[in-house]
Each structure stands twice: as C-alpha cells, then as structure tokens.
C-alpha cells in the first residue's frame, strides 16, 4: 500500500477524548507523527491535529451516526 497518508478520530473517544487521542499518537512517532497539542485540545469539531511536519496528517471527524442510521432505516422502509 505504500504507506499511511492519514489517520482520523471519530465516534465517541476519537471526538472527544484529547487525552486517548495523544496517548496512541504518543505510540505512532516512530512513525513520524507529530501532535500539535493545542489543536488537539478540540472536541468534537473537523479539524487537523498534526503538525504541519508531521509526516503523516492526523484528524478528528465528527460523526453522525444517529443520522446514518435513520437513512439506512429510510432506505429499508423504502425498498
């Protein structure tokens, strides 16, 4: 595959939990990744997380799964 470009966080810790976010990042700089830490601070809102000499790029995404799953349930109802 060549290689990772990006690892996200997202669902309930990966959005909300800064502190588990920078303990396995922690564990992935022999890697190259790097954490800006203020940037990490955020919760629950799309934003990168990485330094800019990060070698590999770090997000959090919300999700919204209540969403999903009343389309998913639309979709049933309909077919």
Same mark, same amino acid.
């Given at each position: 595959?060549?290689?990772?470009?990006?690892?996200?966080?997202?669902?309930?810790?990966?959005? /909300?939990?800064?502190?588990? /976010?920078?303990? =396995?990042?922690?564990?992935?700089?022999?890697?190259?990744?790097?954490?800006?830490?203020?940037?990490?601070?955020?919760?629950?809102?799309?934003?990168?997380?990485?330094?800019?000499?990060?070698?590999?790029?770090?997000?959090?995404?919300?999700?919204?799964?209540?969403?999903?799953?009343? /389309?998913?349930?639309?979709?049933? =109802?309909?077919?």
């Amino acid at each position: 595959m060549g290689g990772i470009d990006v690892i996200v966080f997202t669902a309930g810790i990966g959005e /909300r939990d800064p502190n588990t /976010r920078a303990k =396995i990042c922690e564990l992935l700089k022999c890697f190259g990744v790097e954490l800006d830490v203020e940037a990490n601070s955020t919760k629950a809102k799309e934003v990168k997380i990485s330094t800019n000499n990060s070698k590999i790029a770090v997000y959090v995404v919300p999700t919204n799964e209540e969403l999903v799953i009343a /389309r998913d349930t639309m979709e049933l =109802i309909n077919n």
